[in-house]
């Protein structure tokens, strides 16, 4: 797994075979945060997609590339001093060997964090 011990998933929990949600706590002493930024840490939007990408490999039981993005969007900074626990809910459109994900990042309260369309192919 890339991002070793960046977080800690909480909670799977598939709705169907085509929709998940997957529950994470981010390490906020991890070493990204120390460049990302000093004395203002973010958690960066490509340890996200990388954090999709494993909640959908373990779902689908499949080992995963990213293909292509769209529509990605951050509406709210994840400062892991202010949250730690990160909630995906990704709804998955199989294609043949293609997923297509529609995902939706929230913090506890509801409020939104990324929204993205992102394709995914088996390796």
Same mark, same amino acid.
């Given at each position: ?8 998933? $909480? /909670?799977? /929990? ?6 998940? #949600?997957? =529950? ?14 000093? !004395? ?12 999709? /990408?494993?909640?959908?490999? $373990? ?11 769209? $529509?990605? !969007? ?7 001093? #202010? $949250? @730690? =626990? ?13 997923? !297509?994900?529609?995902?939706? @990042? @929230?913090?506890?309260?509801?409020? @939104? ?8 192919? !088996?390796?």
């Amino acid at each position: 797994m890339l991002l070793e011990d960046f977080y800690s998933v $909480q /909670k799977m /929990k598939p709705f169907d075979e085509n929709s998940f #949600e997957l =529950v994470v706590d981010l390490h906020k002493n991890h070493e990204i945060f120390k460049g990302h930024f000093p !004395k203002f840490p973010l958690t960066p939007g490509v340890a996200m997609l990388q954090i999709m /990408k494993n909640g959908l490999e $373990q779902h689908l039981s499949e080992s995963l590339i990213l293909q292509s993005s769209s $529509q990605i !969007k951050f509406l709210n900074l994840a400062n892991p001093n #202010e $949250q @730690t =626990v990160l909630v995906f809910n990704m709804e998955v459109e199989r294609e043949n060997e293609r997923f !297509k994900v529609k995902n939706t @990042t @929230t913090f506890e309260d509801g409020r @939104t964090v990324l929204k993205c369309n992102v394709t995914f192919v !088996k390796i």
